[in-house]
């Protein structure tokens, strides 16, 4: 691989120590090749230049010329802002700085003329331009970038107080670009693929999609790149795909007996649905191989993943192994533990429980017990993982996430043992199959597409403040029926104050509305003492008290079955898949169940059509997808968190068809040519094996 791409950015001309702090530390751009790989998020057709009279809805991004007049600063605190005038001779337009206004009114100058950037929005019937892009006239000539599409890129307002703004960006990039010679950006894209889907060459692509010539220059450049991009990432999880199969051995579960017997035939509380019948089929089968399972169980929230889980666990018990089962927080933690007790009782399984919070003596217990294979069942959060947690024989693992877990962190379960255990992943929240093959791609996937007989679809309404009365009318109703009912309000951890006052607020107006002693009332948050908070919970589930209010602290896992009422507050603020899952906290008995989405006068359209995404439908999976859709992946819940889908320019919405043309490469790659042994592949063993970190690629592993 190129050496001079590993280069430090320091190195380059024109950067040095100081812009190379920034750089690092803003942009994130450590290396030549970070630089290069630093794309523009826009580009501008210089040529262009619009007249202000010419303004006309719906505008995207334009270019004006003229001059600033009239800078004053209005407003106070969060409403304070900058407003200037721009005019050409034509007409004017409002320019306003709401970030950074000190430093915006030193820059301007009455007397320069501008070319100015920027998107113009309609407001009290004229319009104005939000936090503009502007430079002098006259300057902005290079002679590179003048020809064509001009590269935007994004950059931070410390960086651009430093002098680090597109435009210089985009000269550091020509200037890369200058001492770059082509052998240095080599194509690793088999030749028979790049002539199948007609791609440019990567040297190409990295030019044009700094400085494209035209809209055609600029397509291919990015097409290319997304197809590299996709298919890189799914080489590396098919090719890890395969040499389990092929290699991890795993441990056999033969028996099914004793325990598994016992609990199935004489303690299970119901029959098993078709769904959940044809998962564990699915995995008694991948037991039986002899080699490690790595399976994907989806299911909508209901639909009874913990019992698959749970019979999942037996089946290494009986075969003589540990198992542990990891949740993503203390609280659904205890939930599990406390069901699985419940549901054991009697029989010879011993489970412990293990997060953060054990500690002292009561730890070390249950560290040397783990290790002496005493435990049968860990029950636990990340705390699981760490490196003090030794296993005699851990023969299954389940990790009951929310897309929380990154490959990395599955794989370090597996290190815990000779053999990699089983690894059973189940997801609360359906994911879209586009997500679910790049996130998840190198996993066997179960679906539960079936919920447990008897339960009615939950109805979902949206109201606003003025229906209050009524709210709490209809929530005295189903108390008075023996109901409960869970009122929800957001946590966003920047304005925990504001939020926590939130809270008590509507704890306080509930409060009046549903008074002692007739009525009872838990109260759960984010800054409540976990005893407190354990008490509150166990009040609720006891049905002691008839309403829980609480922040999002109980959106995964709390299972009260005869909770039919869930009240979301600012339900506006909540993400698709958030509003699922809590609304998945209803609906678990028999009864009638019912969502109720509050929400202010005023919403944007985003959020208008989320609420009426839920009000439309219960189905986890088109939920997901919507989501998808109206968020885009960059946003997607723990996508980001889980490290695992870092796309750079692909989009896993926009992109569905390149993600399956690359998907079907990289699958027939790996089988045909699996060490990337042919010489035609050479560039791209050496590629896989500077950018994997594990080396999966080598024969001798
Ligand atoms: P999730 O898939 O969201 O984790 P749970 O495992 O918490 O769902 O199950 C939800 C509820 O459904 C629990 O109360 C559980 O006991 C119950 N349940 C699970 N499977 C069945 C079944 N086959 N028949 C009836 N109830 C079931
Ligand atoms: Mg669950």
């Known amino acids: 691989m190129s050496r001079l791409l590993d280069s430090p950015i320091e190195f380059l001309k024109g950067v040095g120590p100081q812009r190379g702090v920034l750089l690092r530390k803003e942009l994130n751009v450590n290396t030549f090749g970070d630089l290069l790989q630093y794309y523009p998020f826009r580009y501008v057709d210089r040529s262009v230049i619009q007249r202000i009279r010419d303004i006309n ?13 009239g800078m004053r600063v209005i407003g106070e605190k969060q409403a304070k802002r900058l407003v200037a005038t721009f005019r050409d001779d034509s007409g004017e337009i409002e ?14 100058n009455t007397q320069a003329v501008y070319l100015l950037f920027g998107k113009p929005v309609a407001f009290n019937g004229t319009y104005n331009i939000v936090h503009p892009e502007m430079e002098l006239f006259g300057e ?10 001009q590269p935007v890129y994004s950059t931070t307002e410390k960086a651009k107080k430093r002098n680090i703004d597109s435009r210089a960006i985009a000269r550091l990039t020509q200037t890369l670009f200058e001492s770059l010679k082509e052998y240095e950006l080599p194509d690793f894209l088999p030749q028979a693929l790049k002539q199948q889907y007609k791609l440019c060459s990567r040297y190409e692509a990295l030019m044009n999609i700094h400085y494209p010539k035209n809209e055609k220059q600029l397509h291919e450049a990015t097409r290319r790149l997304k197809f590299e991009e996709l298919f890189l990432i799914q080489l590396q999880m098919l090719k890890l795909k395969a040499n389990r199969g092929q290699s991890s051995k795993g441990y056999l579960f033969e028996k099914i007996d004793r325990q598994f017997d016992t609990f199935y035939k004489e303690r299970m509380p119901f029959e098993l649905t078709g769904a959940q019948k044809r998962v564990l089929r699915e995995i008694r089968k991948d037991t039986l191989t002899g080699r490690q399972m790595n399976r994907l169980l989806q299911g909508d929230v209901g639909s009874g993943k913990t019992m ?3 019979l999942t666990m037996l089946m290494a018990k009986d075969n003589g192994f ?28 011993e489970v412990a429980f293990l997060t953060g919070s054990v500690k002292g003596k009561a730890r070390k217990y249950i560290l040397h017990q783990l290790a002496e294979g005493n435990i049968d069942f860990v029950v636990g959060t990340h705390a699981l993982i760490e490196d003090t947690v030794v296993f005699k024989n851990l023969g299954q693992v389940v990790i009951d996430e929310q897309h929380r877990f990154g490959v990395a962190q599955r794989a370090k379960l597996w290190t815990k043992n000779e053999l990699p255990p089983h690894i059973l992943v189940m997801t609360a929240t359906p994911i879209p199959r586009t997500l679910a093959m790049t996130v998840y791609g190198d996993l066997d996937v179960s679906v539960i597409d079936e919920l447990p007989p008897g339960r009615k679809p939950i109805k979902t309404v949206h109201r606003t403040d003025a229906d209050r009365m009524r709210v709490f009318g209809f929530m005295r109703d189903e108390i008075a029926k023996g109901r409960q009912v869970y009122v929800v309000f ?21 409060s009046r509305a549903f008074p002692k002693p007739q009525f009872q009332i838990s109260i759960v948050h984010g800054r409540s003492r976990a005893a407190d908070k354990d008490f509150e919970m166990q009040r609720f589930v006891k049905g002691e008290t008839q309403i829980m209010i609480a922040t999002t602290v109980i959106e995964v896992g709390v299972n009260v079955p005869n909770a039919s009422v869930m009240v979301i ?23 009638q169940s019912f969502c109720i989405l509050m929400t202010g006068n005023k919403l944007s359209n985003d959020s208008k059509q989320r609420i009426g995404v839920m009000c439309n439908t219960n189905d986890g999976f088109v939920i997901a997808e919507e989501d998808l859709k109206l968020r885009g992946p960059g946003d997607l819940e723990g996508t980001q968190q889980s490290g695992t889908v870092n796309l750079r320019l692909a989009d896993l919405v926009q992109d569905v068809a390149v993600l399956e043309a690359a998907r079907q490469s990289a699958a027939v790659l790996v089988e045909q040519d699996p060490y990337l042994e042919k010489s035609e592949h050479r560039s791209l063993l050496q590629f896989m094996q500077a950018s994997a970190k594990e080396k999966i690629w080598s024969r001798i592993s």
Request: net charge negative; charged share 25%.
């Open 57 to 69: 809805p719906p505008t995207q991004f334009i270019q004006l010329k003229g001059k600033v007049s």
């Open 95 to 108: 320019l306003v700085w709401f970030k950074s206004i000190d430093w915006a009114m030193k820059m301007l």
């Open 140 to 149: 902005q000539v290079d002679a590179q970038t003048a020809k064509g599409l």
């Open 308 to 310: 698959v889980a749970l």
């Open 322 to 349: 540990q198992a542990c089962l990891m949740a993503p927080t203390e609280i659904l933690a205890q939930q599990h533990y406390e069901s699985i007790i419940q549901l054991l009782k009697g029989l010879k399984v």
């Open 490 to 510: 957001p946590l966003i951890e920047e304005s925990e104050v504001l939020d926590l006052k939130d809270l008590m607020d509507g704890y306080e107006a509930l």
């Open 569 to 591: 507050e600012n339900a506006e603020r909540f993400g698709l898949a958030q509003l699922h899952q809590l609304r998945g906290r209803v609906g678990r008995g028999a009864e």
